[in-house]
């Protein structure tokens, strides 16, 4: 790590973001409003293995892992190798570069559904374009979807609460429904059914592989039933469940799916991927799919160095141990606090999602007691998601359980001596995202 810490970010930083950066930080989740003012940092300056740093001067262990992309831990010595000798040889080129044809084979060889790949730069690009590509297909209009998949026209903003800006002529073929429950879908969709697009929730922690298996072959069996493309969304699952994905690990292939996130340890990368008849319909040239940076290299460098050294190590098992490890000591200290908190997920992503507490504290009150205190412990935690990196070890559980012990008991005592808000050390944050 260096030794000088980096200059220049003073205490006007958040005002001089108002000033100049519209709606905020280019991701909602990364608004300062999701995080205790004053206790966590304004900005991040450096990072480092499972550690980053913040314009505070101080270093705190990462279970946010810039909601989700770094998987083998920041400026990880592979993937900056990659990146660097790239971007020595250029960045960007008028003409298709080797890169592009050898990670979409890397992607073909380890996800199932992958023959054929397209390009694109970020998750929401992916997930729309598979709604055009299957209405495209099927030459149908309705679709159906189960989790947040992006915001854009193609899906009306549905699966947020932000769909100002777009054409209401939209909504009446768009659907969103709830994990295994399709009542909101009305009847007459299904007779005109496009996609049908799922990514795997959060589920309580504990909950069998087989009981979400089942959900997913039922969307799959319902989509081909009524002729529809089944599209699995993969931004956040892959390769973090699996280098063959979520797919893989339950068993359930489908039509096309959407992959991010993860690919390019933090390099904005995205593709989607799926079986030859359904991406083929890319080649009629009538789906408008380009993007100038999609065939960005030293993103795709990026990506090739994290798919060849999860392949090549154990850092998919090690990843596993050390969550499974977390969320076990997580599900045990909520319990012996007796705490209004569920633990959801599994040991590559998990949720902590606190309850409203009737006469003495809201869920969001909670939330920031919560993410406040481990911000003090030295703990970066959001706002309610912990993305595990491969490079944990027991060192950083060990790290991470101690601070939420500590926490747990003081809003235990708070809660029980209804003192909540008198301990509050900061603004309540805002839930300035909802999911449908």
Not at 48 to 67: F, P, S
Not at 249 to 278: C, E, F, M, T
Request: proline share 5%; charged share 20%.
């Amino acid at each position: 790590m260096a030794t000088e810490y980096p200059a220049g970010l003073t205490p006007s930083l958040k005002y001089r973001a108002q000033r100049v950066l519209a709606g905020g930080p280019g991701t909602f989740s990364k608004s300062g409003t999701r995080y205790p003012e004053g206790l966590v940092p304004q900005a991040l300056v450096l990072g480092e293995g499972a550690y980053v740093w913040g314009d505070d001067g101080r270093k705190y262990l990462d279970t946010v892992a810039a909601l989700g992309p770094i998987l083998l831990g920041h400026a990880h010595p592979i993937v900056n190798k990659a990146i660097r000798a790239q971007s020595s040889r250029g960045t960007s080129f008028s003409l298709m570069h080797p890169l592009e044809v050898e990670v979409a084979e890397l992607l073909c060889d380890v996800l199932p559904c992958a023959e054929m790949v397209r390009w694109c730069r970020n998750g929401t690009d992916a997930t729309h374009m598979a709604i055009r590509v299957a209405r495209a297909f099927t030459g149908k209009r309705h679709a159906i979807y189960c989790g947040y998949h992006g915001g854009g026209s193609d899906s009306y903003g549905i699966t947020t609460d932000r769909s100002a800006g777009i054409l209401d002529c939209l909504a009446p073929y768009n659907h969103q429904t709830r994990w295994n429950d399709l009542s909101r879908v009305p009847f007459h969709a299904y007779d005109d059914l496009a996609i049908v697009m799922v990514e795997v929730p959060s589920m309580p922690w504990g909950t069998p592989d087989e009981t979400v298996r089942t959900t997913l072959e039922m969307y799959r069996e319902m989509a081909h039933a009524h002729g529809a493309v089944f599209v699995l969304d993969e931004i956040v699952t892959w390769p973090r469940y699996s280098l063959a994905g979520a797919q893989g690990l339950y068993g359930v292939i489908p039509d096309l799916a959407a992959v991010s996130k993860a690919i390019a340890n933090g390099l904005p990368l995205a593709a989607l991927v799926g079986q030859r008849h359904y991406m083929e319909r890319l080649n009629h040239g009538d789906i408008f799919a380009s993007y100038t940076f999609a065939g960005e290299t030293t993103a795709l460098a990026a990506a090739k160095a994290v798919i060849t050294t999860l392949r090549d190590t154990d850092g998919l098992e090690n990843l596993q141990r050390q969550g499974q490890a977390l969320g076990d000591g997580l599900q045990t200290l909520f319990g012996k606090y007796a705490l209004p908190v569920t633990l959801l997920g599994n040991y590559a992503r998990m949720a902590v999602r606190w309850q409203d507490v009737p006469g003495k504290a809201t869920a969001l009150e909670l939330r920031t007691l919560w993410m406040a205190e481990m911000a003090r412990r030295g703990i970066l935690a959001g706002t309610g998601v912990i993305f595990p990196m491969c490079i944990y070890t027991g060192i950083e559980v060990q790290k991470i359980l101690v601070a939420a012990e500590e926490t747990c008991d003081l809003i235990a005592i708070a809660l029980n001596e209804g003192k909540v808000q008198e301990i509050m050390p900061c603004s309540v944050i805002e839930d300035v995202l909802s999911v449908r």
